[in-house]
């Protein structure tokens, strides 16, 4: 009996997940006192296999590498660096810093008129959404 219980439990489940795969996320609101970027040339002229830059659990030189960033990045309007990194946002809103180097502002090649907007998006984690 709790076999079938089980059963049914785990049958349910994976039909809610496949579900909630259905729904579409959008924008919560637009995050103020944030700005998009992007990853700087100068970083990027290493090619296209160069490894993603270091994130740091903090500002200083001495914190520990937490991951890497890619894409675009969530910083704060306007930057405010602290021995050379700036906080940055990652999707799962956990605040880590990167080089102050490594960043540029965001643009989009297709739509020069684009602008990018962070975004705490529907499904709670973070993001973007673009006007233009």
Same mark, same amino acid.
């Given at each position: 009996?709790?076999?079938a219980r089980l059963w049914i439990v785990l049958s349910v489940a /994976?039909? =809610?997940?496949a579900s909630a795969q259905g729904i579409p996320v959008t924008i =919560?609101?637009?995050l103020a006192g #944030? @700005?998009?970027? %992007?990853l700087a =040339?100068? +970083? /990027? /002229? @290493?090619? %296209?296999?160069?490894?993603l830059p270091p994130v740091y659990a903090g500002p200083e030189s001495s914190a520990p590498q937490v991951g890497t960033a890619g894409g675009v990045l969530i910083v704060p309007d306007p930057l405010h660096p602290t021995n050379g990194r700036t906080e940055m946002? #990652?999707?799962n809103g956990k605040?880590? #810093?990167i080089d102050v180097k490594l960043v540029t502002p965001w643009h989009s090649l297709n739509d020069p008129a684009a602008v990018c907007h962070p975004a705490l998006l529907s499904n $709670?984690? +973070? $993001?973007f959404t673009t006007t233009g």
């Open positions: 009996m709790n076999i /994976t039909v =809610s997940a =919560s609101k637009r #944030w @700005q998009c970027m %992007a =040339s100068d +970083y /990027t /002229t @290493q090619g %296209a296999n160069a490894p946002i #990652w999707p605040r880590v #810093w $709670g984690r +973070y $993001g």
